[in-house]
């Protein structure tokens, strides 16, 4: 009996081990190579740097403009997060709890949104913003990242709302308290687990986000990350700069990683109580 347990367990870890080797080595051999002067990389490019030297970091940072786009990202996923908060949690509530007519079709019509693909929208998108004299502009862009990740939000926070029993918002409403104070004051520390798994999500989709960046900003000092390493990674063909490429990269996913093991238990704990809808 123990050896057949023995055997499923292996059976079951011996693949999620290589596949976890299989994702993490191309991560590991970035970082190594964003310490490793360019001979380095072509000479020897499996091995560890014989100094660990932060110059290509600094160059990254300075020479490929890196340092301005971090700040970019940083700006339109805070702000974009906080918008599409902002607008998925009173919309999630009102869905939820207050049932109105209506409020079914147009959850079902947020959740067909999620089906739609964002493409059909950039070109209608481009026209508009030019119109407002908007192209460009890193507020618009976060305003636009808000908005596509409402129906996602949505969605998920409806499901939080669903396990959170009733009498303690009737209580609360017998006590006097009106339904924005419910919502902020009774319902949003409640389902703080949800809250912070939709918004860790939408942070991660808008840091990593490209193609809107790349149609909707055109100067280099509005570029975000994405951007800028699409740019570094074609000026690093002609200029050899190789172990500069390897850093921005690095700078690119470390707070991704930070944000995850920070996270992490929070992320797994709401996506497993969001599963299930009280």
């Known amino acids: 009996m123990k050896l057949g347990r023995i055997l499923m367990k292996t059976v079951i870890r011996v693949p999620l081990?290589?596949?976890?080797?299989?994702?993490?080595?191309?991560?590991?051999?970035?970082?190594?190579?964003?310490?490793?002067?360019?001979?380095?990389i072509f000479a020897s490019p499996w091995s560890l740097p014989k100094v660990f030297n932060f110059h290509n970091f600094v160059s990254a940072w300075t020479d490929f403009n890196i340092g301005t786009s971090f700040l970019n990202s940083i700006f339109v996923t805070v702000l974009g997060t906080i918008l599409s908060l902002c607008f998925a949690l009173p919309t999630s509530y009102a869905?939820?709890?207050?049932?109105?007519?209506?409020?079914k079709v147009l959850f079902n019509l947020y959740l067909s949104a999620m089906m739609i693909p964002m493409v059909l929208g950039w070109i209608p998108l481009f026209f508009l913003l030019l119109k407002f004299h908007m192209i460009?502009?890193?507020?618009?862009?976060?305003l636009i990242y808000a908005v596509t990740q409402i129906p996602f939000s949505v969605f998920i926070l409806t499901s939080f709302l669903g396990t959170i029993p009733k009498q303690l918002e009737e209580s609360a409403a017998?006590?006097?308290?009106?339904?924005?104070?419910?919502?902020?004051?009774i319902v949003t520390p409640l389902m703080m687990t949800g809250i912070i798994t939709?918004?860790?999500?939408n942070a991660v989709n808008f840091w990593n986000e490209y193609f809107m960046a790349m149609i909707f900003l055109q100067t280099d000092e509005h570029h975000?990350?994405?951007v800028a390493m699409d740019l570094m990674n074609q000026q690093a063909q002609y200029t050899n700069a190789w172990g500069a490429l390897f850093a921005g990269l690095s700078i690119a996913i470390i707070p991704i990683i930070?944000?995850?093991?920070?996270?992490?238990?929070?992320i797994t704990k709401g996506m497993t109580e969001g599963a299930v809808k009280g």
């Open 224 to 226: 975000t990350l994405g």
């Open 198 to 201: 939709v918004s860790i999500m």
């Open 17 to 40: 081990i290589i596949w976890a080797l299989a994702v993490l080595y191309p991560i590991i051999w970035m970082f190594l190579g964003a310490f490793k002067s360019n001979g380095e």
């Open 95 to 103: 869905i939820e709890r207050l049932q109105f007519r209506g409020s």
């Open 136 to 142: 460009d502009n890193l507020w618009a862009l976060s």
């Open 174 to 185: 017998i006590d006097g308290l009106s339904p924005y104070g419910i919502l902020f004051r």
């Open 258 to 266: 930070i944000v995850y093991a920070i996270f992490q238990r929070q």
